[in-house]
């Protein structure tokens, strides 16, 4: 089987050209399926979004508290609060842990329970929402790097298939080693870049989910 843009040459069937023969004609195939793909989008505010989610820069308020307003609220004021909030922000803290931490406190809280705990949603809106938005920026980045590797393996390719080497049937020169080892290694990274990336792209939706969920625990306290 062959893909456009793809074909190998005498010297790539031996046992080390044909594995690199099939590596590159897959990889290429990936990477022209993902432009084809991309072309039928509309245009992403982000180009350099990797993930197939759809990029929401901030998490709506409404969507996640349907409490009292927290405009203005100084949540950073109040040392318990802000304590807290770090504690319930850290991703190494289980959500049944934290649920049962906001119980704990709204019980503690006296006369000021509400308005504590309004604060205590205010300052984890402020800080999941900032933490989500340096995931999306790392994701962005780490886009922006896979669109400029496959770039080069586009050009490596081209070069490789346009060499002398391509049709010498005595098998590659030093250079033409060379240069299909350096492709292999480029191959090799943006295959583990697109594997990280399917895990990777969870992490916003996660953090919107832990700000759901430390809400719910909070509204249902408020009373």
């Not at 019980?107 to 509400?114: R, V």
């Not at 943006?190 to 939706?205: H, I, K, M, N």
Request: include cysteine; proline fraction near 6%; aromatic fraction near 6%.
């Amino acid at each position: 089987m062959q893909f456009q843009g793809f074909t190998p040459s005498p010297a790539a069937l031996s046992s080390r050209g044909l594995a690199r023969a099939l590596a590159v004609t897959i990889v290429t195939a990936i990477v022209h399926g993902n432009a084809f793909a991309e072309a039928a989008k509309p245009e992403p505010a982000n180009p350099d979004w990797p993930c197939k989610q759809i990029l929401v820069e901030q998490i709506s308020l409404p969507a996640v508290w349907a409490g009292p307003s927290i405009e203005g609220v100084d949540w950073r004021g109040d040392e318990a609060v802000a304590d807290l909030v770090a504690h319930l922000a850290a991703r190494k803290t289980p959500i049944e842990a934290a649920e049962h931490s906001i119980e704990a406190f709204a019980a503690s809280a006296g006369p000021d329970k509400k308005a504590k705990l309004v604060a205590l949603f205010a300052g984890l809106f402020e800080t999941l929402n900032s933490q989500r938005i340096e995931i999306i920026d790392g994701l962005s980045r780490f886009g922006r790097k896979q669109k400029a590797l496959a770039a080069k393996i586009r050009a490596e390719n081209a070069e490789i298939q346009k060499s002398p080497d391509a049709s010498r049937p005595a098998g590659p020169s030093v250079e033409g080693n060379a240069a299909a080892q350096k492709l292999e290694w480029d191959l090799r990274l943006f295959d583990e870049g697109r594997v990280s990336l399917s895990y990777a792209c969870e992490a916003p939706t996660q953090v919107e989910q832990r700000l759901f969920a430390l809400s719910r625990a909070i509204q249902n306290n408020l009373d």
